[in-house]
């Protein structure tokens, strides 16, 4: 699927969480007027990804978002994204497709993901 496609998924949720409580802070590199997320690195290799979307709801914590709309899966950087994510007492949040939504459920029980979160989009 096309960025543009990204882009309003991203653009989306930001909607329903802006609904959700108006003074959460947004950052994505994929829609302009926000902040781009800080580069989540594995200390290790040097290697790192920029989430999809990253939004904090402020003295709370932060939810990390990646929107997966093709049938290439980095599982390195979800489990990069799990990580952080736990380690920061946030969120971790795949948004697929509904058609995807087996195929990606079973990659989370197979790589034994424990703290990954599902949220589709109609197809």
């Known amino acids: ?12 949720v930001i909607t329903q969480m802006k609904a959700f409580d108006e003074d959460v802070l947004v950052e994505t590199k994929l829609l302009e007027n926000y902040k781009i997320p800080d580069k989540i690195v594995w200390k290790s290799t040097g290697v790192g990804f920029f989430p999809d979307l990253k939004i904090t709801i ?13 049938t290439k899966i980095n599982i390195e950087k979800w489990r990069l994204f799990s990580l952080t994510a736990r380690q920061q007492n946030g969120d971790f949040t795949v948004v697929v497709p509904e058609c995807m939504i087996g195929r990606v459920e079973t990659i989370i029980a197979e790589k034994n993901f424990k703290n990954i979160k599902l949220m589709f989009v109609p197809n």
């Open 1 to 12: 699927m096309s960025l543009l496609k990204k882009k309003e998924v991203v653009q989306a």
């Open 58 to 70: 402020p003295s709370e914590k932060s939810m990390l978002y990646e929107v997966e709309l093709s």
